[in-house]
């Protein structure tokens, strides 16, 4: 393997210091030509959200963000939870391996939750050679991880090349006995109610990926935050047994007699945790009061991937003068845009440690995956 200065493009990138810095567009700097995109998505992924499965879908686009950062020995790397999926940007020399991995959990996850992980790669020459680009631009969380946004129209063509040419940009089946390593993944916190009224999933294509047409809904997002991040200190649940457990184990423990014990263990270690937390959440500085606080400025709940992707805690007001807004830049023809409202979010953690970790998040009973599917 070669030496994880393979990822200085990443690591040197600069940040953007808010929100409004994606309308910058010198804050983008274009990919290597020696990178490729990763894209995974699960197959029929509607027939399953219809099943009433949507938190086993929407678990299982995670995985692919943790096992490429473990595969890559914890390596930073651009990447964006999409909730039916993942897409991740990496070196062309990891590609081989990274491929290994996931095809180990593809096999993994159609035997334990009967669900098919699509899983291609496509080189950033390629993107190139067909009228694309990749430009990607960052924001550090206060965790330690990278939030990475991304423009150029690039992501939505490699996502249409594996879907439509899977026998040259996907991974063949194949049978893999190539270690994953999922250490990081955890899935114990309960769906979060909203606080103001409903969660807003939100999906924005600029015409012709110009950020600039999105000013007046960045202006009014920055207005709306903090309080519209659907995971606050005052709405995360502190309720037990964590109902997601079951899922987040059958992905990381293939042996069933040791994935009983291990849920077993952590059922206890869950309900004294949850004891704990609710004794001490109030005191900021508590440990539990800490993480509290650090658990919703480190969610990705605003991310730029060609689209603007948003889940929103908003009430009745807040969602109209949304909507409205939103209904206006179409007819100026500015935007495309898709809405779906539930009454609670998703959220799947990526954890190394209390000091670092990131909360990939995403609207309950559909979130992503119906707001693309409503497009306009």
């Known amino acids: 393997m070669r030496p994880e200065s393979d990822f200085n493009f990443y690591s040197e990138l600069p940040e953007l210091s808010d929100l409004l810095g994606l309308l910058d567009q010198s804050a983008f700097q274009s990919a290597p030509n020696d990178w490729s995109v990763l894209v995974t998505d699960v197959e029929n992924s509607t027939q399953a959200i219809e099943q009433g499965l949507y938190k086993e879908v929407n678990i299982l686009g995670a995985p692919t963000i943790i096992a490429v950062s473990n595969a890559c020995n914890g390596a930073s790397f651009p990447f964006v939870f999409g909730g039916d999926g993942a897409t991740c940007l990496i070196p062309n020399s990891k590609v081989q391996h990274v491929g290994s991995v996931l095809a180990t959990l593809r096999n993994h996850a159609l035997l334990q939750m009967s669900l098919k992980l699509c899983i291609g790669f496509v080189p950033v020459s390629t993107i190139r050679e067909k009228g694309a680009d990749i430009k990607v631009a960052k924001q550090s969380l206060p965790a330690g ?117 291990r849920k077993k263990c952590l059922l206890g270690w869950t309900w004294l945790l949850s004891k704990i937390t609710a004794s001490t959440v109030n005191d900021p500085n508590s440990t539990a009061g800490k993480h509290f606080r650090a658990v919703g400025i480190n969610a990705d709940h605003l991310k730029f991937d060609d689209c603007l992707r948003t889940v929103l805690d908003v009430n009745e007001g807040e969602s109209k003068e949304l909507e409205a ?42 979130g992503y995956a119906y ?6």
């Open 371 to 376: 707001a693309a599917k409503r497009l306009i």
């Open 325 to 366: 807004l939103l209904l206006q830049l179409y007819s100026e023809g500015k935007l495309n845009y898709g809405i779906h409202y539930s009454d609670r979010a998703l959220m799947t953690c990526f954890v190394h440690s209390l000091e670092k970790h990131i909360h990939l998040i995403d609207g309950a009973d559909g």
């Open 145 to 261: 991880f990278k939030l990475a946004h991304f423009t150029g129209g690039s992501l939505a063509l490699a996502d249409k090349l594996v879907k439509k040419q899977i026998d040259i940009y996907g991974l063949p089946p194949q049978k893999s006995h190539q270690q994953i390593d999922l250490a990081g993944l955890e899935c114990r916190w309960n769906d979060v109610p909203s606080a103001n009224g409903q969660i807003m999933t939100l999906i924005v294509r600029p015409k012709k990926f110009n950020l600039n047409e999105l000013k007046p809904l960045l202006d009014l997002l920055n207005r709306l935050m903090p309080l519209s991040n659907p995971v606050r200190t005052d709405n995360l649940p502190i309720t037990w047994p964590p109902q997601h457990l079951g899922a987040e184990l059958a992905l990381k423990i293939e042996n069933s007699w040791y994935r009983w014990w």
